[in-house]
């Protein structure tokens, strides 16, 4: 262990920059602490040339959003022959592609939103569908972007229509689910428990709820009846597989719960490349099951391949 050396990418140019490279740091020195030999590299468009002269034995990805989680990154590191973690090519690119893999998710039995794709320029002047609704860009991560239409709201957000709107110009809108967040991590084809997400001071689970210190509160294990928490393990490795991926995912749920215990729970999304900071839900998934954050990087990097 101690001989294998390990690339940690980190960084990259998107939105969740700062998300990367906190989430890199974290697993860095996780892997320095169980004896590896760890080179941290911050990730720019000349990262091919980097790992060719690095000539690492692993890299851990520690990339969040475009480039680093949708399989270009993962691409160079097939045609470098460099094994690495997470999810491969395509499992990675379906999962970013919220629209492609809600398709993937129904056709497996995994219960989504209704949802359709619109173009921000041509819905400023009429609801694409009846509020309440959410806009959210296809292929974001971290919450960018997202817009929530209540249901008095009498026209589409009007920022859809700014000319330096920073997101594409195709995005999906879907259902508004209201109700509890919940989430479920999957590790090597087994769940690790399911999340309570409690926003706290946030009307949703954005990008401050979901990393700022105090953002949100999660309970863990969840508070909720036996038979819908084994669901949501259940449909949450069912996902991880229909989905192809590989290593560690997360699965995000909305569950509108009724006074019986029961009521409509929908799968948002999957996450091949969940957050690995100090607030993050995977490595605390994982505390709950007894196991460290070293032992839990140190897994994943044994797990890593090509050809995933």
């Known amino acids: 262990m101690a001989s294998k050396h390990v690339a940690v990418l980190m960084g990259g140019w998107v939105n969740e920059r700062p998300v990367s490279l906190a989430s890199g740091k974290g697993c860095a020195d ?14 720019d468009r000349n990262i091919s040339a980097v790992l060719k002269d690095l000539k690492p034995d692993v890299v851990f990805n520690a990339l969040h959003g475009p ?9 160079i590191l097939e045609v470098l022959n460099i094994p690495y973690t997470h999810s491969g090519v395509l499992a990675s690119s379906l999962a970013m592609n919220k ?12 219960p989504v939103t209704e949802h359709l794709v619109v173009n921000r320029r041509e819905i400023t002047r009429e609801h694409p569908m009846k509020p309440p609704y959410v806009l959210k860009p296809i292929n974001e991560g971290s919450s960018f972007g997202v817009l929530i239409v209540k249901e008095d709201q009498e026209f589409p957000p ?11 110009d195709v995005l999906m809108c879907e259902k508004f689910i209201s109700g509890r967040e919940l989430t479920c991590a999957v590790m090597d ?3 690790l428990g399911v999340i309570d997400i409690v926003p706290l001071g946030h009307g949703f689970y954005d990008y401050d709820a979901k990393y700022a210190q ?6 863990l294990p969840a508070k909720i009846s036996p038979i819908v928490y084994q669901t949501i393990e259940t449909l949450a490795v069912k996902a991880h597989q229909a ?34 900071t100090p607030t993050s839900l995977v490595p605390e998934m994982a505390a709950h ?19 995933r």
């Not at 105090?214 to 309970?219: A, D, E, M, N, Y």
Request: include cysteine.
């Open 189 to 191: 084809d087994t769940a």
């Open 99 to 110: 629209v492609k893999a809600k398709a993937v998710m129904n056709a497996a039995g995994i």
């Open 243 to 276: 989905l192809g991926c590989r290593g560690v995912s997360r699965a995000d749920f909305r569950f509108d719960e009724k006074e019986d215990g029961s009521g409509e729970l929908i799968c948002l999304e999957v996450n091949t490349q969940p957050g690995m």
């Open 158 to 168: 009007q920022e859809l229509g700014r000319e330096d709107w920073p997101y594409p």
């Open 67 to 75: 480039f680093g989680e949708d399989g270009c990154v993962q691409g």
């Open 214 to 219: 105090g953002g949100s509160k999660h309970i």
């Open 289 to 307: 099951k007894g196991m460290s954050f070293k032992d839990l990087v140190s897994w994943m990097v044994e797990d890593a391949s090509c050809c």
């Open 30 to 43: 996780a892997l320095e602490e169980a004896g590896y030999r760890v080179t941290r590299v911050d990730v």
